[in-house]
């Protein structure tokens, strides 16, 4: 895999990351204040829940965004154990923090869409316990991998633990077929949706809108964790050349 290769060099990453991290985030902020803008006030209300439906112009995108994130560190930590490419170790350690936060804001709009529909804040359905046990996995991969990275690991143990956390991403997306479950179906497929044209559209800009955020963020943390090591590898030269 040479284009694998090729870009498991740090060097070589950042020429590209640097430049593509602006041309990211900038029309990712425009797309989802777009989006945002036309859901708000360029689509009826619903039907039956009224104007309460519109938050899912922020849910939908955390949702996938929250499960995306853990695809990746998923993705990132088979890359690692495999080929042992120092990027792929740097990429799930960078994607985990903005993957947690989305993960917290679908449960928080999500809960925000409940109350006014199922009359509670909360309730223990398998969507909603699946995606909470989801963000409590992050937080516990956060804290494993600054752990790993304080004691000197390889990163193994943490590359283990993400492909391990993947097993709840087919849980969170089947959980409204296989439990009786109060949210509501899946409402969007590949090729068709029970959304009405006039509501969906907007849809998309927000969520190509925080992927794009998304994907700048995780650049950022990237660059910022490469500058770290580089700083803290160039210190321990430094203290190896002080004369004892």
């Avoid at 936060?101 to 109350?115: D, E, Y």
């Avoid at 943390?221 to 500058?227: D, E, I």
């Amino acid at each position: 895999m040479p284009s694998l290769h090729a870009l498991a060099n740090p060097a070589r990453f950042l020429r590209l990351a640097r430049p593509l991290t602006p041309a990211l985030l900038w029309p990712g902020i425009v797309l989802a204040l777009f989006g945002c803008w036309a859901g708000l006030t360029q689509t009826p209300p619903d039907y039956l829940q009224g104007d309460s439906v519109r938050i899912l112009y922020i849910h939908v995108p955390t949702a996938w965004l929250g499960m995306a994130g853990w695809s990746g560190i998923a993705a990132s930590s088979i890359v690692y154990l495999i080929w042992r490419h120092p990027l792929a170790r740097v990429a799930a350690r960078a994607i985990a923090a903005p993957g947690a936060l989305f993960a917290l804001l679908c449960l928080a709009t999500g809960s925000i869409w409940g109350r006014p529909t199922w009359g509670t804040w909360w309730q223990w359905d398998g969507r909603l316990t699946s995606m909470l046990l989801l963000f409590f996995v992050y937080l516990a991969y956060i804290a494993l991998a600054r752990a790993d990275a304080d004691q000197g690991g390889d990163g193994r143990i943490p590359a283990i633990y993400g492909i391990a956390g993947s097993v709840l991403l087919p849980i969170i997306r089947y959980s409204v077929v296989w439990w009786n479950s109060l949210h509501q179906g899946e409402s969007i497929g590949l090729t068709s949706s029970t959304i009405d044209g006039s509501m969906l559209w907007p849809l998309w800009f927000t969520l190509a809108g925080f992927t794009l955020i998304f994907a700048a963020v995780v650049l950022m943390r990237m660059r910022s964790v490469l500058a770290t090591e580089k700083r803290e590898a160039r210190l321990r030269r430094m203290a190896a050349d002080v004369p004892a």
